[in-house]
């Protein structure tokens, strides 16, 4: 008798030929944390809404799920809607009331539940998630990570046996999200809670999964133990989502269980891959021109209001020409306000921006934003302002005076370019959160700008995007562009950029390659590096690190 | 956590219900007087008389407007003090000018007094136990505001990144950026709100038998203050009906009545109009005696 039965289910959406869910069976005990992975557009969330029937869309659905023995279409409303909790993947738009409190007591008022027992839920369940000190606040003065753990807070009040989120920690930065999927795990350890989680980001997820499932275009390729599921998707885009010691040990066939945590993975290589010839990745050392910076900041100091105190205290940075720079740094150290100010949005009160030797104030606006800079803001949605994509476009070739065959030429080689052909009718906000920063994309490099500027591009988009988005990078560099992205993003930093710079408390720290950057620190380096330590000199990506395997495998057959 | 606040909200709404409804029909002068110097003083102690000097200063420029222009238009009344244009201007419309601007002013103080001590939360309590609908529409409303304040800004800065410019070229250049801002905002919002039906669908909305909770509770303490406003006010309107406190300004100011009972009325009108005050000074000295004890 399992917790929840899914039997042969299949569904289509109306007017389209394609099934999204494709036959799929699956078991899930009372108690399980089960992980759901797969790419954009395979049907996992799909899946999940089946569970909870007041969220289901329409279409037609053939196959039966059980929960408890009764199918889930029978399930009385009131049941349904306290004991199968839901959490979604916008932390803001999920929340209903003005202050905290309501909000936790949201779900028991619905449920009818009298004022004095829900003053004692509401306590037990505050002082749980440790929310006595912003009890009183105000929701919209909470940070991400805050309204995310409250959505799941207001629905836990309710005591769910089967709790369900839909990639709840896709935009919230890596030490928020970590936070948000060890409470998770607390909440299965301590209270013995049904989990069905969908993910893309695996690092943090994968040692606490009892099971994860792998869809693939509407099927059910994978559905087994986290270490047995590296023998199922070989060269399968997800895999790229996965854990470092995961990713590694999916390219060579040992015999040994898969490793999950960088512990396991660094005992992984030292019983497999001893490196007795202390090999290391060659660097091709890059010469820069020293005295040409394209932008730079010089001892920038600015502040958002008199009375505040200061973001950035003294900042300093230079980019060069035809490099791809990357700040990384924690919330608050002032990298996202260098942005707005690199990009004229803020101005600073003492110090100066300078854009190819000049002063940025002394540009007009539409010579600094037309062909020199531009920014590709942390929400793609604010870029857009017309009902499709194609109109998108129309708006950047008015402002930029093209003539039309120009303009056809222009949108013609973006679209090619970004692969965005089969979207171009779309309205932007139907796309998902890849494509709609892909669009955001094309739009900036229709104002075909020498300096490109992006915040957080790596936020809530799927393994698979990021890998585009990569691609899109490095070409416009080879095309002598420069690119200088702010973000939480260590492994695509350690993976793509040319230089880093770590910001903390409005100042840059340290900047360097990102092998030098990477190496030189201890606690802010990638998992490849941690798990690889003194065992490999240099390798700070998981390429490195199978690079290097692979190089010593060869050396033993020899 | 001044101690006045911390009473339940329909105490507190009842104060001011009270009082600013007797400011406003009350004309007696001494009445007028009273409550004028209380909300001053009240005010005064919600803001601190530094901050309270903006509101002051609005004030008197309205005050003269309204004492000024009432003789003018006003030409009832028995003793002429001097004529414009032929026209007489009364003693008794310039003092009913004066009263009249004072109410005004008094209603005004009393208004930013509700402001500061009644919050949102506590008058969507109060509405709780009416309509919990409307409560709820109006917490999701005083939620959705400043998002879309920042929603607004966002796009703003990013629409200028783009080389649109939001801030400058012709009015009606302006205008038209600011239309398709708006018109985006709107999609924002219903996408957003699809989210946040999801959100309240999946947490049972829509069941029978909602409850409204909230954090107040009626205390023995609400119970006694209230059943006092209710005795003052009752008291108040008592002296107005039997007409211990009636005043007339046309055609001639009539005498201020100055017998036992209405002093036992001007003092219980001095008392409602003052009671936060009172409650805020009682509870300082228990709090310093209670110090003083350990």
């Not at chain 1, 930065?173 to 299965?188: E, G, Q, Y």
């Not at chain 1, 943090?204 to 599921?229: C, M, Q, S, W, Y």
């Not at chain 1, 996202?336 to 101005?347: D, H, P, V």
């Amino acid at each position: 008798m399992a917790f929840i039965d899914i039997k042969n289910l299949s569904f289509t959406y109306p007017n389209e030929d394609k099934k999204v869910l494709d036959n799929i069976s699956l078991k899930i005990d009372e108690g399980e944390f089960i992980v759901v992975c797969g790419s954009t557009g395979c049907g996992k969330s799909t899946l999940l809404k089946q569970l909870k029937v007041d969220l289901s869309p329409h279409g037609v659905k053939t196959g039966d799920i059980f929960y408890k023995n009764t199918s889930i279409d029978s399930l009385d409303k009131r049941t349904a809607a306290s004991e199968i909790g839901y959490v979604l993947q916008n932390p803001e738009a999920q929340i209903v009331t003005d202050k905290v409190w309501h909000e936790l007591a949201f779900g028991l008022e619905n449920l009818g539940v009298p004022s004095s027992v829900i003053r004692l839920k509401v306590a037990e369940i505050a002082s749980f998630f440790g929310i006595e000190e912003w009890f009183r606040q105000k929701t919209a003065d909470l940070s991400g990570g805050q309204k995310q753990l409250l959505n799941l807070a207001s629905i836990m009040v309710m005591n769910p046996k089967l709790l369900i989120l839909d990639e709840p920690t896709s935009q919230l930065d890596p030490i928020a999200a970590a936070d948000f999927i060890s409470t998770l795990a607390k909440l299965n350890k301590e209270l013995s809670l049904t989990i069905l989680l969908v993910e893309h980001r695996l690092e943090e997820v994968f040692t606490h999964a009892d099971k994860v499932a792998v869809l693939d275009e509407g099927k059910l390729i994978a559905f087994d133990k986290p270490r047995n599921i590296s023998k199922f998707i070989k060269n399968h885009p997800v895999l790229y989502s996965m854990p470092t010691p995961v990713r590694v040990y999916n390219k060579f066939s040992t015999d040994d269980d898969c490793p999950l945590t960088i512990r396991e993975g660094r005992s992984w290589l030292l019983k497999n891959f001893p490196n007795k010839k202390n090999l290391s990745i060659s660097i091709e050392s890059k010469t820069l021109e020293e005295d040409n910076p394209v932008l730079e900041m010089k001892d920038i100091y600015f502040r958002y209001d008199k009375t505040l105190p200061d973001v950035l205290t003294g900042t300093s940075l230079k980019v060069y020409r035809g490099e791809i720079f990357c700040i990384l740094g924690g919330n608050g150290s002032g990298k996202t306000t260098a942005l707005t100010l690199l990009s004229r949005i803020n101005k600073p009160y003492r110090g100066k921006v300078i854009l190819n030797g000049k002063n940025i104030d002394k540009y007009k606006s539409k010579e600094l934003y037309h062909n020199n800079i531009a920014l590709l803001p942390q929400d793609p949605q604010t870029t857009f302002v017309t009902d499709s994509v194609e109109k998108e476009f129309k708006e950047i070739i008015k402002t930029m005076n093209y003539s039309k065959l120009e303009a056809e030429v222009k949108v013609d080689k973006i679209i090619d370019r970004l692969n965005i052909k089969t979207i171009i009718k779309k309205h932007p906000y139907d796309l998902s959160g890849g494509e709609q920063q892909k669009v955001a994309l094309a739009k900036i490099l229709l104002l075909e700008p020498e300096i490109i500027l992006l915040d957080e591009p790596t936020k809530g988009i799927d393994a698979y995007s990021k890998i585009e988005l990569a691609n899109i990078l490095k070409e416009l560099k080879d095309e002598g562009k420069t690119i200088l992205m702010v973000s939480h993003d260590i492994e695509f930093a350690a993976e793509y950029s040319d230089r880093c710079a770590l910001f903390f408390d409005g100042e840059v720290v340290s900047v360097g390659d990102p092998y030098s950057f990477f190496n030189g620190n201890n606690f802010y380096t990638t998992a490849a590096n941690k798990m690889s330590r003194n065992i490999f000199k240099n390798a700070i990506t998981s390429e490195d690190v199978i690079e290097l395997c692979k190089k010593i495998q060869i050396e033993n057959t020899n | 956590m001044r101690a006045f606040d911390s009473y339940h909200p329909i105490v507190i709404f009842t104060y001011f219900c009270s009082t600013i409804l007797f400011s406003m029909f009350f004309m007696h002068p001494i009445f007028l007087s009273i409550s004028l110097a209380s909300s001053i003083l009240y005010l005064g102690f919600l803001k601190g008389f530094h901050n309270m000097k903006r509101t002051i200063l609005i004030s008197i420029p309205l005050f003269l407007i309204i004492a000024i222009s009432n003789p003018i238009f006003s030409h009832r009344g028995v003793t002429p003090l001097f004529y414009i244009n032929y026209n007489p201007i009364t003693l008794e419309s310039v003092i009913y000018g004066l009263s009249m601007a004072g109410m005004i002013v008094t209603v005004i103080f009393w208004f930013s007094c509700y402001n500061e001590v009644m919050t949102s939360d506590k008058f969507i309590s109060l509405f709780g136990k009416i309509s919990p609908s409307i409560a709820l529409i109006i917490s999701m409303t005083i939620n959705t505001v400043p998002r879309m304040k920042r929603q607004i800004e966002l796009i703003t800065n990013s629409q200028k990144t783009l080389g649109m410019y939001v801030h400058s070229g012709s009015i009606i250049k302006r205008a038209k950026s600011s239309i398709r801002i708006l018109s985006i905002l709107i999609t924002w919002a219903l996408e957003n709100a699809i989210d946040t039906a999801d959100s309240m669908n999946a947490r049972g909305y829509g069941l029978r038998g909602r409850t409204s909770h909230s954090l107040f509770k009626f205390k023995r303490n609400d119970f006694f203050l209230f059943s006092f406003i209710i005795l003052l006010s009752a008291l108040c309107v008592y002296g107005e009906m039997a007409n211990y406190i009636s005043f007339s300004y046309y055609p001639y100011i009539s005498k201020i009545n100055l017998s036992y009972f209405s002093f036992i009325l001007y003092f219980s009108y001095l008392l409602l109009m003052t009671l936060p005050l009172v409650i805020e000074f009682k509870e300082t000295i228990r709090w310093r005696l209670s110090i003083s004890k350990i």
